[in-house]
């Protein structure tokens, strides 16, 4: 309903912003790259034997597109969990979404150690990474559910999402108290997060099923917005609740678990951007806000992997870091600023 | 339509919550273009009437028919046609616009995405200058005084376009004036629009004031009728225990014993 010039002006600038963030991402790196020559490389397209053209096509572009997904996938689930809880606290990491995935993670690399020194032939590949994940995300949201069907008040299922984030946290410990140095060094850096090295095949599967999420998101924006109103009005406007939740929830389920289960447990993006992009947008309206998230939780996971690199240094943080030091200022921002956050 | 002069009957219907039976025995025809207020004492069971009677939850007996079949043969998209409410629990984001309230509203009538047609953009534009949120329009709902939001939902179930309207305890929170302003502004849309309106309040004495139909709830006849004929039965005076409050069927109102 808001203005349409006003729309499409914030679209054309956050899509600018975007291709900014995109090129500052890809020029900058641990090692020097001048910016005409990335320019160039981009330009130029061909995979050649030049060190540069190497590692900005083999290693920084696939790495960008990973971020995009990422970042655009946890701002789309932090959006559909706001709506579907009807609790502007809601997000993937909040409620113990990322912690259900944590323990599929933990259970496939830490427990496979576990069993194989018993003798178990369990492979952990990239497809059982991401259905370990995918799965212990899922099984968390559901639990979340129902207990939210019995629990009104948001401000107890925060916190019953908080509790479920600290037994499945001892969980993972008690798992890394008995696995090997190996996988729980594996396991260590897996929860520090990584947008690089992701091979092609799991590349593929991440952009697959956060596609997959993003096409079920788009076919509930009508059942979103009647969510709006809470349950019962969207029941009186002929919204069918069992299966606008079960779909919201597959949709939050494949790619919380699928980005989990790559680029580890990343913090505040799901929060935080649906927060921010309703300050552009000052609307409620799923058909905006929805492509508006996932361009800025793109924009804000690649701004937040370029500093995470270190430009020109040998160093790279763990972008969990990065995103808990920026996400969670904004959140407290928007707490004080607005004093009453609201969705 | 010609032959249908009663959009809801209820025949023996029972409500309550799981198998316990709150009300039981209830009979009403509803005809179309009036208004009905549901009243009777606290906790007796208004809300959970009116919710039965919205589909929002089961019913334990009997038959509700909506226009010419049964209520629970209806898909939740026909009903959506049908009835439209206004509830008690806050609307769940409040950071929506009045406009993007109302044009909530048409979403039975809208494709997959939601997108308003020019003829639910005229519908929905009828709707907030009909009841006067023009001005407030692009103002959010957390903005709104309790008598500007309640008006605004009310147009939100106009703008859904259906023959019956189901609002629980509209008048809640407001002042006398408000009170009034918002009952009449039904009474209204009940007669010049043809609108079947019910809706659950304490307001005895306004209802009898303005309603053509009222349903009693008082845990035993539970008796339907025009107001004038409730009185002359004798039904308010049973209403409340007699040593504490009288009615005054001359007057119509309720009158505290000193």
């Not at chain 1, 990065?322 to 707490?335: E, H, M, N, Q, R």
Request: glycine content about 8%; some cysteine.
């Amino acid at each position: 309903m808001s203005d349409h010039g006003a729309v499409r002006i914030s679209f054309a600038l956050l899509l600018l912003a975007l291709a900014c963030a995109w090129l500052l991402n890809i020029s900058l790196g641990s090692v020097e790259i001048p910016f005409t020559s990335t320019w160039h490389i981009l330009l130029n397209g061909s995979v050649t034997d030049d060190p540069f053209n190497y590692i900005i096509w083999e290693y920084r572009v696939p790495k960008s597109i990973t971020a995009i997904l990422v970042g655009s996938g946890l701002a789309l689930s932090g959006l559909l969990m706001q709506t579907l809880f009807r609790n502007p606290l809601a997000g993937p990491f909040v409620l113990g979404i990322t912690s259900g995935a944590s323990l599929g993670a933990a259970l496939l690399i830490m427990g496979t150690s576990f069993i194989a020194s018993l003798g178990s032939l369990v492979y952990v590949g990239n497809v059982s990474l991401a259905i370990a994940a995918s799965v212990g995300s899922f099984l968390v949201l559901l639990i979340v559910l129902i207990v939210a069907q019995h629990v009104r008040d948001t401000m107890a299922l925060l916190i019953i999402g908080l509790m479920f984030g600290s037994i499945t946290s001892a969980l993972v410990g008690v798992l890394a108290y008995f696995s090997n140095a190996e996988s729980l060094q594996r396991f260590v850096f897996w929860t520090y997060g990584s947008v690089g090295d992701l091979s092609l095949s799991q590349s593929l599967l991440l952009g697959g099923l956060v596609i997959a999420g993003v096409i079920l998101s788009i076919f509930s924006i009508k059942q979103l917005n009647a969510f709006l109103l809470g349950e019962n009005y969207a029941q009186s406007l002929g919204v069918s609740l069992k299966k606008t939740r079960y779909i919201i929830i597959i949709a939050t389920g494949l790619m919380t678990g699928a980005i989990t289960a790559f680029a580890g447990p990343i913090a505040f993006v799901g929060l935080a951007v649906p927060h921010l992009t309703r300050q552009i947008f000052n609307t409620m309206d799923h058909k905006i806000l929805l492509p508006a998230v996932l361009i800025y939780g793109a924009l804000l996971m690649l701004v937040c992997d370029t500093i995470a690199q270190l430009p020109n240094s040998a160093n790279v943080l763990p972008i969990n870091a990065i995103t808990s030091l920026i996400g969670a200022p904004v959140v407290i921002w928007l707490l004080v600023r607005k004093r009453n956050m609201l969705f | 339509m010609a032959h249908q002069t009663h959009i809801l009957e209820a025949n023996n219907l029972a409500i309550g919550y799981g198998n316990q039976e709150i009300i039981s025995n209830l009979d009403f025809k509803l005809p179309l273009g009036e208004l009905c207020a549901i009243v009777g004492i606290n906790g007796v069971g208004k809300s959970t009437l009116l919710r039965t009677l919205g589909h929002l939850q089961p019913m334990l007996g009997g038959t509700i028919n909506l226009g010419d079949k049964a209520l629970l043969e209806h898909s939740n998209k026909e009903i959506a046609r049908q009835i439209s409410l206004v509830l008690t629990e806050p609307i769940a984001s409040k950071n929506l616009t009045v406009a993007e309230l109302i044009a909530l509203g048409r979403q039975p009538y809208t494709n997959w995405l939601g997108n308003l047609t020019q003829e639910d953009k005229v519908h929905v534009k009828k709707c907030i200058d009909d009841f006067e949120l023009t001005h407030l329009k692009n103002k959010k709902c957390h903005q709104l005084s309790d008598g500007q939001l309640q008006r605004a939902l009310v147009a939100r179930a106009m703008a859904q376009d259906t023959p019956l309207i189901l609002l629980d305890e509209p008048t809640t929170h407001l002042d006398l004036y408000h009170k009034v302003q918002i009952l009449k502004l039904l009474q209204k849309l009940a007669h010049s629009f043809n609108k079947t309106i019910v809706f659950t309040t304490h307001e005895i004495e306004l209802a009898i004031q303005l309603c053509d139909k009222m349903i009693v709830l008082d845990n035993a006849s539970n008796p339907f009728g025009n107001p004038c004929e409730l009185i002359e039965a004798g039904h308010f005076d049973r209403l409340f225990p007699k040593e504490m409050v009288q009615f005054d069927p001359k007057s119509g109102s309720f009158k505290v014993v000193k």
